[in-house]
């Protein structure tokens, strides 16, 4: 079993910056990737930018200049620096972390709200 808890939410004016945290706990020999995920109201849960043991990183188009993802691997924690944030990027972002067995495991998710 792996836990994770995320950190880092809050408030933030158009074009500022916020950095998420995720501590994982547990089995974290495990991992072998974690990641960033948003739901937006009424939306679907969409990947924000994940990165594996190996460093390798996959972002969305529409966060790839802004955001970065970054990890800790001694520390078992994972970042995500946004940067230039917009409205539209207003949702509860979730981290993620997998493992060599394939399973899934998910954090409690944190709000980032964007205002105009």
């Known amino acids: 079993q792996v836990q994770l808890v995320e950190s880092g939410g809050g408030l933030v004016q158009a074009g500022g910056s916020l950095r998420l945290s995720c501590a994982a706990s547990g089995s974290v020999r495990s991992i072998n990737g974690m990641g960033w995920y948003r739901q937006a109201p009424g939306k679907l849960r969409e990947l924000v930018a994940s990165i594996s043991n190996g460093g390798i990183i996959n972002s969305a188009d529409s966060v790839k200049d802004r955001f970065t993802i970054s990890r800790d691997n001694v520390k078992n924690v994972a970042y995500l620096q946004m940067n230039s944030l917009k409205p539209e990027d207003t949702a509860v972002y979730y981290c993620?972390?997998?493992?060599?067995?394939?399973?899934?495991?998910w954090g409690q998710g944190t709000q980032v709200t964007v205002s105009s």
């Open positions: 993620n972390a997998g493992n060599y067995f394939g399973n899934n495991y």
